[in-house]
């Protein structure tokens, strides 16, 4: 009898730590670059902890893949008055800007060192990973930042999600984000398609299937169909030249090339004016899906920020002279995301209702 109920206890265990969630933070930062001064955008962030001690709060982000975060021998202001690790890896600042890496996020740069980690989401999902501790940050955009640092959840072979995958046996990933507020605005959730929390409607899901190359490149990379603006088509696309989309949570806009959206900007411009939402158009994405092409609604309220009424569309530069959209926020707000790894796919859907009776169990780890 004995033996049964063990066996009971464990089998319990297993079913509730099969999924790992993290509350989300959605803070609104207003712009401080010249052009666009004043204008806000949403960052959706959550906590990391480094080293099973040290506690940083990291834009979750499918559109990069490395883990970034302030170093104690950085002494540029973004670093200051951010938390900032401290390890025994990371002592002398001269030695480490010179064999520093350096990379740039919404036109800010960092340069930083890598140093071998253990990383922990909510408490029990931990893997053993190459971070990079920033040594040098630019002010833009980093200052003003309402998160520490950067946990890169795209597909390059060194990326944190794919060493979490190895770690855990997680398949998939998801992400819920709510209405834009510094206190809880949504949820993460890293484990396997069954077991994701019912704010994930699985028998709505949409799936895309990822492009050959998204692995190369490092991004959840989408064939996208067409692109409408109230019933005017702004882009189509053919078979033998397919336009591409990218899945990034990190970015507060849905971005384009200027040259496709400068023409959606002109369509709403006459509406915004008085920022009157009844006066605006339905925009359209078009996305190639696994089984038959699937379509992308976003409503005015959904793409137009408020507080400054202004459409949540910003051109992007590309220099790879490879055009392609970049899904962020507005998109990702209206519908949930699943990034399903073993299947090579990205699934939406709108939120679905009710809360898990279970939760994870907190301080078990998957390794």
């Not at 979750?60 to 008055?81: A, I, N, R």
């Not at 998801?174 to 019912?198: R, T, V």
Request: glycine fraction near 8%; include cysteine.
């Amino acid at each position: 009898m004995t033996l049964v109920v063990t066996w009971i206890i464990l089998l319990v265990i297993d079913v509730v730590a099969a999924v790992v969630t993290v509350p989300l933070e959605g803070c609104a930062v207003s712009s401080a670059t010249e052009d666009t001064s004043g204008l806000k955008s949403v960052f959706y962030s959550g906590e990391v902890a480094l080293g099973g001690q040290q506690k940083f709060r990291l834009l979750f982000d499918t559109g990069s893949s490395k883990l970034w975060v302030p170093s104690s021998s950085c002494s540029d202001l973004p670093c200051e008055v951010h938390h900032r690790y401290t390890s025994r890896l990371v002592q002398d600042e001269e030695a480490e800007v010179i064999r520093g890496y350096k990379a740039s996020f919404a036109s800010g740069e960092l340069t930083g060192i890598p140093v071998n980690e253990t990383i922990c989401l909510g408490g029990s999902l931990c893997a053993k990973l190459e971070i990079m501790a920033a040594v040098k940050e630019s002010d833009y955009p980093f200052v003003e930042m309402p998160f520490d640092g950067i946990l890169g959840l795209g597909l390059k072979d060194d990326s944190p999600i794919k060493f979490l995958q190895k770690s855990s046996g997680i398949s998939v990933f998801a992400f819920h984000f709510g209405k834009p507020s510094c206190d809880i605005a949504g949820q993460a959730a890293f484990g396997h398609l069954e077991d994701l929390p019912p704010w994930v409607s699985r028998e709505r899901l949409m799936w895309a299937p990822l492009m050959p190359k998204a692995e190369e490149e490092g991004f959840w990379l989408l064939e996208l169909v067409s692109v409408s603006v109230g019933g005017h088509l702004i882009q189509t696309c053919g078979t033998t030249n397919p336009c591409r989309a990218v899945v990034d949570t990190g970015a507060g806009d849905v971005m384009a090339p200027q040259d496709l959206v400068d023409p959606l900007l002109d369509i709403l411009q006459v509406a915004t004016k008085e920022c009157n939402l009844n006066a605006l158009p339905k925009i359209e994405l078009q996305m190639q899906g696994v089984e038959r092409i699937f379509t992308l609604t976003l409503d005015p309220s959904d793409y137009m920020a408020m507080d400054d009424c202004r459409p949540q569309f910003s051109s992007i530069e590309m220099p790879d002279a490879k055009p392609l959209w970049v899904l962020g926020v507005p998109v990702l707000r209206k519908y949930v995301s699943v990034y399903d790894l073993s299947k090579r796919r990205v699934g939406f859907a709108e939120p679905g209702k009710g809360s898990r009776k279970r939760r994870a169990v907190r301080g078990m780890r998957f390794l």
